[in-house]
């Protein structure tokens, strides 16, 4: 293992490029889901064909996504961003909708009597009791992405996909695990990190663990 220590600083370059990648996708997919899944949780018919439709995207071969938004976005971060924004959306819209739905009728009609507005309830109500579905969904969503996020580098998007096909194309196995090693020990961290805060979270709630 001689490349390795010689190129840590290529290495860095290269998982800060991904997690600039996952932390965009993510995030802007986590506004839109908020908005989308907290809209379609009381409305069962609409929400069932939101899941459809996103699951329709997420199926799509990530290779496949990213070329089809090449003729409109060129190449580089910006496809990728919003490719693997629409990989994450089934999976944040449909826990963020189940977490809504599964809070029970009779606690927002107390929080109703108790004269709470519809903001203040969501606020102070309904999103606290959501919570640990929320962050479920963003576990999931970012260990995805994580992954899928390597495919960007065959449109110049960098990261750490970059360092694994650079290893396929020399025949350097060096590289591969280099970066191989770096995206399961990202995506495990990030696995961890999630699962406890839900863990947390669901503690406070009162809700099992799951």
């Known amino acids: 293992m ?33 908005i989308v899944g907290i809209w379609a949780a ?21 290779l496949a996504l990213f070329a089809l938004l090449i003729p409109t976005l060129g190449i580089g971060a910006a496809p990728a961003i919003v490719g693997l924004a629409a990989y994450s959306l089934m999976i944040l819209i449909r826990n963020i909708g189940l977490g809504f739905q599964a809070i029970p009728r009779d ?4 929080a109703h009597g108790m004269g709470y507005g519809t903001l203040r309830r969501l606020w102070e109500v309904e999103l606290p009791l959501a919570m640990p579905f929320i962050v479920a969904g963003i576990r999931i969503a970012m260990v995805t992405v994580i992954g899928i996020a390597t495919v960007a580098a065959y449109i ?27 995206t399961s020990a990202l995506a495990l961290f990030a696995d961890y990190l999630f699962a406890s805060i839900e863990r947390i979270i669901r503690r406070r709630s009162g809700r099992p663990a799951s």
Not at 11 to 28: D, N, R
Not at 162 to 173: A, K, T
């Open 42 to 62: 009381r409305r069962p018919n609409t929400f069932n064909t939101i899941v459809v439709v996103t699951g329709i995207l997420f199926a799509i071969p990530s």
């Open 156 to 182: 110049n998007a960098g990261g750490l996909g970059v360092i694994i096909f650079e290893g396929i194309d020399q025949r350097f196995p060096e590289k591969i695990i280099a970066g191989g090693l770096l």
């Open 2 to 34: 001689k490349w390795v220590p010689r190129n840590i600083d290529r290495l860095l370059e290269a998982l800060l490029e991904h997690l600039y990648l996952v932390f965009s996708s993510v995030g802007i997919a986590l506004v839109i889901s908020l």
């Open 107 to 110: 606690v927002l009609d107390a």
